[in-house]
């Protein structure tokens, strides 16, 4: 009897070993893959903005933004456009960088994101909740997204997904909307 007790017992864990979970499965499946990337390339970035921004004594000594842009996949292959960017607060703080491509960065390709740090003199900026695209160039350039982090807010993200025109900025200003 112990021995048949033992053999059913057995049986019983080997089937339960095998079995897989089928509610867990199924909403496996359902996941989007795209959106599982996207999650995981925004906590890469918010951890990257984290380790890189300055800190003493409870309180931050630089103040870090790191700037994703995403070119469309209907932009030309490359673009040696001069790209420049303004993001700001709703208070009127705003950061100018003139141009974020360079030797370092190389031209914006279709289908492809970049990284941009931006640091900025104190006092740190509000939540940003607006930002403007500046291209100067003839190649022409389609931005799909840029997305602005800081380490106080949530990110925001600005899509675009149309070709920028030269000269003055292109952008939304999305500062008192709620």
Request: contains cysteine; hydrophobic residues 30%.
């Amino acid at each position: 009897m112990k021995v048949f007790t033992l053999i059913l017992t057995f049986s019983i864990i080997i089937a339960f070993s095998h079995a897989t979970p089928t509610l867990v499965t199924q909403l496996q499946l359902q996941l989007n893959q795209s959106s599982k990337l996207n999650h995981t390339e925004q906590q890469i970035n918010e951890v990257r903005l984290m380790n890189g921004r300055g800190r003493g004594r409870g309180r931050y000594v630089d103040c870090s933004y790191l700037i994703t842009i995403k070119t469309s996949c209907d932009s030309p292959r490359n673009s040696k456009d001069h790209i420049g960017l303004l993001f700001g607060d709703s208070i009127d703080s705003e950061i100018y960088v003139p141009r974020l491509d360079g030797p370092d960065s190389g031209p914006f390709r279709r289908c492809r994101t970049m990284s941009f740090d931006v640091k900025a003199p104190e006092p740190c900026m509000g939540e940003i909740c607006k930002l403007y695209l500046f291209r100067n160039g003839t190649d022409g350039w389609m931005p799909e997204t840029v997305t602005a982090y800081d380490y106080h807010y949530p990110p925001v993200i600005f899509n675009y997904n149309f070709f920028l025109s030269e000269g003055p900025g292109v952008g939304h200003n999305y500062c008192g909307k709620s």
